[in-house]
């Protein structure tokens, strides 16, 4: 069969016009009283004596986990293609997946409060506890691989990494690094118009490099504290500046979905697929898609979206606005990102507060500001004060939201009891990359045994 007679094996139409990249955002719309939040947290699994990465196959593995959730737990299994191999599963609302170095994601399903995704991560990480037992493993909730190199990996068989494998390297110096040696919390919320969605993106990208930085999770490098708080951070310095970062055209005053959409438009594709099949094309943006085809292919919706899913801004845009700047944590502090966003985007007050504080920042101060994230986290300096100060500030507001959004658990307490950690951090001026610093200092064990035992979920 030819190649470009596959195209009409699909229903779908082809794009015609930019209006209807906007659909998608447009159809994803709800009222606020079905405003959820859902959850994202991905770690390492690595032997519990030894340190090394968990492989993708083989007798011990990533497979074998999934293998044991699917039995155990009434996971099913999610084939990239019939028959494909194991890469996710899915129960409810949720899913487990891959990341391209075997990093094992949970994302959860959307929940009305912050309550309900703690008790959903514990679940989680309690029907991991007796797998990982009898495997001999333990999982690390930090946001680079502290111990392994790149050779240490394995590479998990997702359609689309070989390509990102052979192409991000062309775009910045960490593209493997980002693919198969970070992780990260995540949190997505709802939207109900327009201009509600245009304007938390833009607050949420002036705020998300004082995010980073109250998170900042990675100070181990290879076995070593490398001299900085958040490898991770350093990472997204340096990979396809053209799909992350912060978005300049929105931070400076995006009003509607188009001003995301031409962003988006003028990166780099990776692929499309059809009839199961994934299909190489790092060769044009999605605009020059759109206009010209590729290989006898024209552009449809499903394109876009798989387009839309390929770009990594610190705060992305599809469905959901999906709030990506933080390194991975240890359990005491993994609801405390949807907690803070939480408090921030679903209270008017809080959003009002948040953007008058943040609305003076310019997308040429944070972007420079950034690599001294990197490096110090909160004890970076920021028009003259320490991002301490900025972050006690930040979550004075989001502690206001989450006591007027007053979701209580069965003790009576409200979200705010999710930011208490975070808060007694922030107070001293740390993150939890500082924390770790200070206890890795005091140990007395081999640095990689050390590291295991702090990093360990």
């Given at each position: 069969m030819a190649e470009g007679s596959l195209a009409s094996d699909s229903n779908e139409q082809v794009l015609s016009s930019r209006d209807e990249l906007l659909t998608p955002f447009f159809e994803a719309m709800k009222p606020e009283e079905f405003h959820?939040?859902?959850?994202?947290?991905?770690?390492?699994?690595?032997?519990?004596?030894?340190?090394?990465?968990?492989?993708?196959?083989?007798?011990?593995?990533?497979?074998?986990?999934?293998?044991a959730l699917i039995e155990r737990h009434g996971w099913s299994p999610e084939p990239e293609v019939p028959g494909g191999p194991l890469l996710a599963l899915h129960r409810g609302g949720a899913s487990v997946t891959l990341?391209?170095?075997?990093?094992?994601?949970?994302?959860?399903?959307?929940?009305?409060?912050?309550?309900?995704?703690?008790?959903?991560?514990?679940?989680?990480?309690?029907?991991?506890?007796?797998?990982?037992?009898?495997?001999?493993?333990?999982w690390l909730g930090i946001g680079f691989h502290p111990l392994a190199r790149q050779e240490d990996l394995?590479?998990?068989?997702?359609?689309?990494?070989?390509?990102?494998?052979?192409?991000?390297?062309?775009?910045?110096?960490?593209?493997?690094?980002?693919?198969?040696?970070?992780?990260?919390?995540?949190?997505?919320?709802?939207?109900?118009?327009?201009?509600?969605?245009?304007?938390?993106?833009?607050?949420?990208?002036?705020?998300?490099?004082l995010v980073t930085?109250?998170?900042?999770?990675?100070?181990?490098?290879?076995?070593?504290?490398?001299?900085?708080?958040?490898?991770?951070?350093?990472?997204?310095?340096?990979?396809?500046?053209?799909?992350?970062?912060?978005?300049?055209r929105v931070l400076e005053g995006g009003r509607g979905f188009v001003d995301y959409v031409e962003w988006a438009l003028d990166a780099p594709m990776f692929l499309i697929k059809r009839d199961g099949h994934v299909i190489d094309n790092t060769?044009?943006?999605?605009?020059?898609?759109?206009?010209?085809g590729h290989r006898g292919y024209r552009a449809t919706r499903t394109d876009w979206e798989t387009h839309l899913n390929s770009m990594f801004p610190e705060v992305r845009l599809k469905r959901t606005i999906e709030v990506r700047g933080a390194d991975s944590l240890p359990t005491n502090l993994i609801c405390?990102?949807?907690?803070?966003?939480?408090g921030i985007l679903y209270d008017e007050r809080a959003l009002d507060a948040a953007d008058a504080f943040s609305e003076s920042f310019t997308y040429d101060e944070l972007m420079a500001l950034r690599p001294a994230i990197a490096?110090?986290?909160?004890?970076?300096?920021?028009?003259?004060?320490?991002?301490?100060?900025?972050?006690?500030?930040?979550?004075?507001?989001?502690?206001?939201?989450?006591?007027?959004r007053n979701r209580l658990n069965k003790n009576g307490k409200d979200e705010r009891v999710h930011l208490e950690r975070l808060s007694s951090l922030v107070s001293r001026g740390q993150s939890p990359a500082d924390a770790l610093l200070e206890q890795f200092g005091s140990g007395g064990l081999d640095p990689r045994r050390r590291i295991l035992e702090l990093a360990k979920i």
């Amino acid at each position: 069969m030819a190649e470009g007679s596959l195209a009409s094996d699909s229903n779908e139409q082809v794009l015609s016009s930019r209006d209807e990249l906007l659909t998608p955002f447009f159809e994803a719309m709800k009222p606020e009283e079905f405003h959820r939040i859902g959850a994202e947290a991905e770690k390492f699994g690595v032997d519990s004596t030894t340190g090394a990465a968990l492989p993708y196959d083989g007798a011990r593995s990533v497979v074998t986990v999934l293998e044991a959730l699917i039995e155990r737990h009434g996971w099913s299994p999610e084939p990239e293609v019939p028959g494909g191999p194991l890469l996710a599963l899915h129960r409810g609302g949720a899913s487990v997946t891959l990341e391209p170095g075997g990093q094992l994601e949970l994302s959860g399903a959307p929940l009305e409060n912050v309550h309900q995704i703690c008790l959903e991560m514990s679940g989680h990480l309690a029907e991991l506890r007796d797998i990982s037992a009898e495997l001999n493993l333990i999982w690390l909730g930090i946001g680079f691989h502290p111990l392994a190199r790149q050779e240490d990996l394995t590479w998990v068989p997702k359609g689309r990494y070989p390509i990102m494998r052979s192409y991000l390297p062309t775009r910045g110096q960490y593209g493997h690094d980002m693919m198969r040696r970070t992780c990260t919390v995540q949190a997505n919320f709802d939207y109900a118009s327009e201009e509600k969605a245009m304007r938390a993106l833009r607050v949420s990208l002036r705020l998300s490099p004082l995010v980073t930085a109250m998170f900042a999770n990675s100070p181990f490098y290879e076995g070593k504290a490398w001299g900085g708080r958040s490898y991770r951070a350093r990472v997204w310095l340096d990979v396809d500046p053209s799909r992350q970062g912060l978005i300049q055209r929105v931070l400076e005053g995006g009003r509607g979905f188009v001003d995301y959409v031409e962003w988006a438009l003028d990166a780099p594709m990776f692929l499309i697929k059809r009839d199961g099949h994934v299909i190489d094309n790092t060769s044009q943006t999605f605009r020059q898609f759109m206009a010209q085809g590729h290989r006898g292919y024209r552009a449809t919706r499903t394109d876009w979206e798989t387009h839309l899913n390929s770009m990594f801004p610190e705060v992305r845009l599809k469905r959901t606005i999906e709030v990506r700047g933080a390194d991975s944590l240890p359990t005491n502090l993994i609801c405390a990102l949807p907690a803070l966003w939480a408090g921030i985007l679903y209270d008017e007050r809080a959003l009002d507060a948040a953007d008058a504080f943040s609305e003076s920042f310019t997308y040429d101060e944070l972007m420079a500001l950034r690599p001294a994230i990197a490096e110090q986290a909160l004890t970076a300096t920021f028009r003259g004060e320490k991002l301490a100060v900025y972050a006690e500030r930040l979550l004075d507001i989001a502690s206001g939201g989450l006591e007027r959004r007053n979701r209580l658990n069965k003790n009576g307490k409200d979200e705010r009891v999710h930011l208490e950690r975070l808060s007694s951090l922030v107070s001293r001026g740390q993150s939890p990359a500082d924390a770790l610093l200070e206890q890795f200092g005091s140990g007395g064990l081999d640095p990689r045994r050390r590291i295991l035992e702090l990093a360990k979920i």
